[in-house]
């Protein structure tokens, strides 16, 4: 076992993975939590102003009917993609979509907005009577809303949009008077995605007819394949509204919602990503919306227990707290066999140093069998089975949904100094602790070893920048995740250092004093060290 290699690759492996790094997914922008508010500025380049909502999950743009030009979903929370610069807004991070998902599919097309509404004499390509709209933003009831109102061939239709910064779900109620029974409500998308999953449950069927009227549909739905990069826009009824979709896949991808006059829909339009459906209130529909693989359950199991522990205790920092806790605690004897395995193999990294320098320039087969021989009677001197080094990856499942599973998580509260769990530490403290605990870790690890600690620390430059961009909720987890098992490893290596020193002393008397017995009944002394 390579050991100078698996530590640097599977941290790197590791850290990719549970980060959700992708070749063409953007570092995040390091930054404070974002204050959702409502910004009115001139997005698109065209006379009159737009409304923007943003916060730390995605930036919303409006124009002046309510209907969305500009749905930008952000991969890291609190990634501040809108700047002011001395009260001007600048808005060129969002109008290159460099590795921001835009859920607005042809959104410079004409009438391909979302929200825009059609029938009777209603147009959302032609010219319209238009009233200010008016906002408002509750921070305490997790709300930023808006009202639209415009008239359009003696319709007057007013759209009443509520936005809930903490997750990605939109309730809209339009209103049509003076109009039809009832209307269209367009939701193009997804973005760049020429080819999403389109679907809807009617009859409690999931069906994927297209271009038909599928009649009162509990949901219908656009998703890409899940991932930490993926996303979905999923619209359903509320308030008894009847709901009828037609379905478009491919290039033109889009749900056109036929509602009555007056309606109330739910939009969900963000990750998909199984934690954020579930706290959105979409459990009820899965699999259908979403098949949590082992991982999944995993982390479904996680969130429901962080729960609990969140209705006795009441703070989300000490839940985490305590869930850690209590998992390294239940997984404290399988990780008790990862430790022991590590353990033995520094306390044998001095023998095994020495056997490789005495073989290093025999390359012969005799030679490399024998070294090969000495290797096999040192471990089973030491009780050691290279094959336990595979329980290493055997608690990764758990390790990886927790990770997963707060990553993804929206709190809403914070954790002394952190004004926000879901979102980097402002102070980057929990960073720093982060990397300390990692360095100690590796330390314990490497002990035996000062070079392998030496190559290895290198390696926490990048796990410093990582930890600038967790979110400080994965950082708690973490941290005291890492203490935990700095703790454990040192109770093994004390064992294991007093289990083998008797043996150590029994070994090499063996290796000095044993005779060799050479072919024809010779014997000669073996070789003194």
């Known amino acids: 076992m390579k050991n100078k290699l698996l530590l640097p690759l599977t941290a790197v492996a590791g850290t990719l993975l549970l980060t959700g790094c992708m070749p063409n997914t953007p570092l995040p922008t390091f930054g404070k939590a974002i204050t959702p508010q409502w910004i009115k500025a001139d997005f698109d380049g065209k006379p009159g102003d737009e409304l923007i909502a943003t916060s730390n999950l995605q930036d919303v743009v409006f124009n002046d009917r309510g209907e969305i030009i500009g749905w930008y979903v952000k991969s890291y929370a609190g990634t501040p993609y809108i700047k002011n610069r001395n009260g001007s807004w600048g808005f060129s991070a969002l109008k290159d979509q460099k590795g921001i998902a835009n859920m607005v599919g042809q959104a410079q097309v004409a009438g391909r907005h979302a929200l825009a509404v059609s029938g009777g004499d209603l147009d959302p390509t032609k010219e319209a009577q238009v009233t200010a709209p008016t906002t408002e933003t509750r921070l305490e009831q997790n709300t930023q809303t808006a009202v639209f109102r415009y008239t359009q061939g003696g319709a007057t239709v007013t759209k009443t949009v509520t936005l809930h910064p903490r997750n990605f779900k939109i309730d809209l109620k339009t209103s049509v008077q003076g109009g039809p029974e009832s209307v269209n409500i367009l939701f193009p998308g997804l973005g760049k995605n020429s080819g999403p999953n389109v679907q809807a449950l009617s009859g409690g069927q999931v069906v994927q007819l297209q271009n038909q009227v599928l009649k009162n549909v509990e949901y219908a739905a656009m998703q890409e394949k899940p991932s930490q990069v993926a996303h979905a826009l999923i619209v359903g009824p509320q308030a008894g509204t009847a709901l009828d979709v037609t379905l478009t896949g491919g290039q033109q991808a889009s749900i056109v919602a036929q509602v009555p006059a007056e309606s109330n ?63 390294r605690l239940a997984m404290w004897p399988l990780m008790q066999a990862q430790g022991r395995t590590s353990a033995r193999m520094q306390v044998m990294q001095p023998r095994i140093k020495e056997i490789q320098e005495r073989y290093k320039d025999k390359r012969d087969m005799e030679s490399q069998r024998a070294m090969q021989a000495e290797m096999q009677q040192l471990y089973k001197d030491h009780n050691f089975n290279p094959a336990g080094c595979l329980s290493s990856f055997l608690p990764f499942p758990i390790l990886i949904a927790l990770w997963s599973t707060i990553r993804n998580f929206e709190f809403d509260k914070g954790f002394l100094w952190m004004p926000d769990l879901a979102i980097p530490d402002p102070l980057y403290i929990m960073a720093l602790l982060y990397v300390l605990a990692n360095i100690g870790q590796l330390y314990v690890m490497t002990r035996k070893s000062p070079e392998m600690f030496k190559q290895q620390i290198m390696i926490y430059v990048i796990f410093l920048y990582f930890a600038f961009t967790f979110p400080a909720g994965v950082i708690i987890y973490s941290v005291l995740s890492t203490l935990i098992g700095i703790l454990q490893q040192v109770i093994i290596n004390k064992q294991v250092e007093r289990e083998t020193q008797s043996l150590a002393t029994t070994v090499e008397k063996v290796t000095v004093t044993a005779p060799v017995k050479k072919k024809g009944g010779k014997v000669i002394d073996a070789p003194k060290e």
């Open 265 to 327: 829909l739910q939009v969900y339009g963000g990750k998909n990503e199984l934690i954020h459906l579930y706290q959105s209130g979409y459990a009820q529909y899965m699999p259908g919306l979403f098949k949590p693989n082992l991982f999944g359950q995993i982390s479904l199991w996680i969130v429901k227990f962080m729960e609990f522990l969140y209705k006795i205790i009441g703070s989300w920092g000490l839940a985490i707290v305590a869930m850690t806790i209590l998992v």
